[in-house]
């Protein structure tokens, strides 16, 4: 295997290899499955070692029990390469249009033909259009279009901003670009995730006694009624496949409760269980990381599902408002293709397939907004000139570039290592001095310790969700915008779609944002890419920092960035190679190095060691450790729902936002924790679905996060789990020291140098691209 440096810190032990988990795709760590929906699995929803992973997820369609959890619960067990309808979800083709249901005497090919005649005029139309401002919405019909205006209600104020954001498919709608006629007062925008439903007593005991009726267990009422809301029975009674919307139910458990409920009344064919698939085969996407679906993917997983006419069913989906169709790419103009007749058929065969993709409302609705509030962005702000000097003084010339490049433009991405978070830094250092009110946002509370001791003003730094929720950051003003000139958003890779909706509609007019953070890194735990469409749009300046990460752990990370898995000089043991044979030795390894080894070694104490391994399950999964780490660093009874004071824990407030912390104690009102000197208090009910030990992590739990020292844990179970995202990510997250404990062999180097991030499907980039811009419009 390719040699990293240095030495154990101990002696190695050994032992007969452990047989291989296949999860799915290299670097993937997807959603466990359960078999059965039993009592465990209904309490986990959502999972704290799952909500925040689908996040690993999202770099492939799915995972085994070695792989991350996507928001299903975490007792599902393994599924060496994950599940048909995952493989048929993730499949590409077209699809008929949802408003080209072909009629009875029409063929297939002449359906197809009618649906792209229609396409090219929509498309035409769409060009004639692009010189003026374009309203965020447009593309969208039905369900979609509903919820626009629905939106645009809580912007105006004649709705309540917190009865919008308590539906599940809700999120902001970005404003027109400045040029468009003055717009109404703005409410403030409520916290980016929505507060998860109460339940009170009776709704709870209508939904278990549906549950029981269908042989389902009753644990998984409190999360139904999440899902479905108060009317949870009834939905459920009347349409037992709803049960789908339960995270961690899986179809053939839908299947059983609903003949359990209808007895012959239903089929494979049911309208209700085609429409229950369809959404949930576009919700297991998303938790993958993607907006969207191509057609043909959806069918093919239908088919599998004993589903006799999946053209029939997504078109079904789709009037009834279950999914939305987009028919993404572009063609020649009529100049470029040949207007002439004679040149028509050639200009045919030029052109480019329109590919045909499935999405959810919500999700529609986000980038659509996102989309439009970036150009709004991008087209109000005016150059600065008055910057030259701030620039000048910068501390280097990636600073300097960043601070020239953001005076002269509304929207800037700004990409690069750790070391290059000193730019961010230093503009908004630069920007405060020239009486700018700037402020940095990061993903984690640790991430804002990092960036206040960068600019040496902890007024300068903030989490996002702190930021949108107002218990930190500047406030709002009398329109409802965030008090701000600038925002910097550092750690920008960890921005889901939604979120980043939610941020951008916060931002006056006028305001600029930079979105930085390292390109390398696994991306975000929800839905989207929106730092890697930004990036791929050209929609904004770019700077990529020249700036180096320092030292051997550096040095290794940076090589990983490009594919290369290089030995380093480690003269002060600052990597370290701990080589194990097999899971039970892993887990041996990984205590001893974290209690002894690095303590005394390097002085780094066991609390400022983070272990960081690749999936929940397994026999050295988060599981395994966090309960041998427990054991000989804080044992206990457990007698706070598991937990003991001292316990170090990592909460999950909501799907996608991953808290380190350590419990202090527990009373009537719930378990009382520390996160990074924040007081939180789970309420009871909350504790076992959105609290885990903390001692170690997955990577996506880990992004956006470093400690003194990181212990890396890759058994011999783990090695189709791994990609390059993924080490880079796990292998950055140590400050001051690095210990891998390997049991892969040569799967380490493959994964580095052959195992790329795998592409989300997203319609960010392209709407993003078709948005006129300053330079356009000139």
Request: aromatic letters at 2%; glycine letters at 10%.
């Amino acid at each position: 295997m390719t040699a990293l440096p240095g030495e154990t810190p101990g002696t190695v032990g050994t032992d007969t290899p452990q047989d291989t988990v296949s999860p799915p795709e290299a670097g993937a760590e997807g959603p466990e499955h359960a078999e059965a929906p039993d009592a465990s699995d209904a309490s986990h929803a959502p999972d704290v070692s799952d909500a925040p992973d689908p996040s690993d997820a999202p770099d492939a369609p799915d995972a085994s029990e070695s792989g991350e959890s996507s928001g299903t619960p975490a007792d599902e067990d393994d599924d060496a390469g994950g599940d048909a309808e995952d493989a048929g979800a993730e499949a590409a083709a077209d699809a008929a249009p949802a408003e080209a249901a072909p009629a009875a005497e029409l063929s297939e090919a002449q359906a197809e033909l009618a649906a792209q005649r229609e396409l090219r005029e929509r498309i035409e139309k769409r060009k004639a259009e692009k010189a003026a401002p374009i309203a965020a919405g447009t593309g969208l019909s039905g369900t979609a279009a509903d919820l626009l205006a629905a939106v645009r209600a809580v912007e105006s104020g004649e709705k309540a901003g917190t009865a919008f954001f308590d539906r599940p498919a809700a999120t902001p709608a970005s404003r027109r670009p400045a040029a468009a006629a003055a717009q109404p007062p703005r409410t403030p925008a409520p916290e980016a995730v929505p507060t998860a439903r109460t339940a009170t007593p009776e709704v709870l005991d209508a939904v278990r006694a549906v549950l029981t009726e269908g042989g389902a267990p009753e644990a998984l009422a409190r999360p139904a009624v999440g899902a479905l809301g108060e009317q949870a029975a009834e939905l459920l009674r009347s349409d037992p496949w709803q049960l789908l919307s339960v995270p961690g139910v899986r179809p053939e458990q839908a299947d059983g409760f609903a003949r359990a409920l209808l007895g012959a009344d239903c089929g494979p064919d049911d309208g209700r269980r085609t429409a229950a698939l369809v959404g949930w085969l576009l919700e297991r996407a998303a938790l993958q990381g993607h907006t969207a679906l191509d057609a043909e993917a959806v069918r093919t997983a239908l088919a599998e599902r004993a589903v006799g006419d999946p053209d029939a069913a997504v078109r079904d989906a789709v009037e009834e408002g279950v999914a939305l169709v987009f028919q993404e790419g572009d063609e020649p103009s009529a100049d470029d293709a040949g207007a002439a007749d004679g040149e028509a058929e050639d200009a045919d065969v030029a052109r480019e397939p329109v590919q045909v993709l499935l999405g959810l409302d919500r999700y529609a609705l986000a980038e659509e907004s996102l989309a439009d509030g970036l150009a709004r962005l991008v087209n109000a702000c005016e150059k600065a000139a008055d910057w030259a000097e701030a620039a000048a003084a910068a501390p280097g010339p990636s600073a300097a570039e960043l601070i020239r490049t953001t005076a002269a433009a509304g929207l800037v991405a700004h990409s690069g290592g750790e070391a290059a978070r000193a730019e961010p830094a230093a503009l908004i250092a630069a920007a405060r001095g020239l009486g700018l009110r700037a402020l940095g946002a990061t993903h984690s509370e640790d991430g804002r310790r990092r960036l206040a001791a960068a600019t040496g003003d902890p007024d300068t730094a903030v989490t996002l969700s702190g930021l949108l929720s107002g218990a930190q950051g500047p406030g709002r003003d009398e329109d409802g915008a965030l008090a701000l000139d600038l925002l910097v958003v550092l750690d920008a890779p960890q921005l889901d779609v939604e979120g980043a909706a939610v941020l951008v509609e916060a931002l006056a007019d006028g305001a600029r944002l930079v979105l930085s953070g390292d390109p390398g890194v696994l991306g975000s735990a929800g839905a989207g890419r929106v730092f890697a469409d930004v990036l791929a749009s050209h929609a904004c300046p770019q700077v990529v920092s020249r700036t180096p990460d320092p030292g051997p752990i550096g040095e290794l990370v940076s090589g990983i960035g490009i594919g290369e898995l290089n030995q380093v000089d480690a003269p002060g043991k600052e990597v370290v190679i701990v080589p194990v044979r097999d899971a039970g030795e892993a887990v041996h390894r990984t205590v001893q190095l974290v209690a002894d080894s690095v303590p005394r070694a390097f002085g780094i104490p066991a609390e400022e060691t983070q272990v960081i391994t690749v999936g929940h399950g397994g026999a050295a999964g988060t599981r395994a450790l966090n309960e041998a780490l427990k054991q000989r660093l804080n044992p206990g009874p457990g007698r706070f729902g598991g937990f003991d004071p001292g316990d170090r824990v990592v909460h999950v407030p909501a799907p996608g936002r991953a808290v380190p912390g350590v419990v202090l104690s527990a009373d009537a009102e719930g378990l009382r924790l520390d996160c990074g000197g924040v007081p939180v208090v789970v309420p009871q009910e909350r504790v076992e679905s959105s609290v885990r030990h903390g001692w170690a992590l997955s990577a996506h739990q880990a992004a956006g996060m470093r400690w003194p020292a990181a212990v890396v844990v890759l058994p011999g179970d783990a090695a189709q789990g791994l990609s390059r995202p993924w080490v880079y990510t796990a292998f950055g997250r140590g400050e001051r020291h690095l210990s891998v404990v390997h049991g892969v062999d040569q799967a380490l180097p493959h994964a580095v140098a052959q195992v790329p991030a795998q592409e989300r499907t997203t319609r960010l980039r392209p709407l993003l691209e078709a948005l006129p811009t300053p330079d356009a419009a000139s």
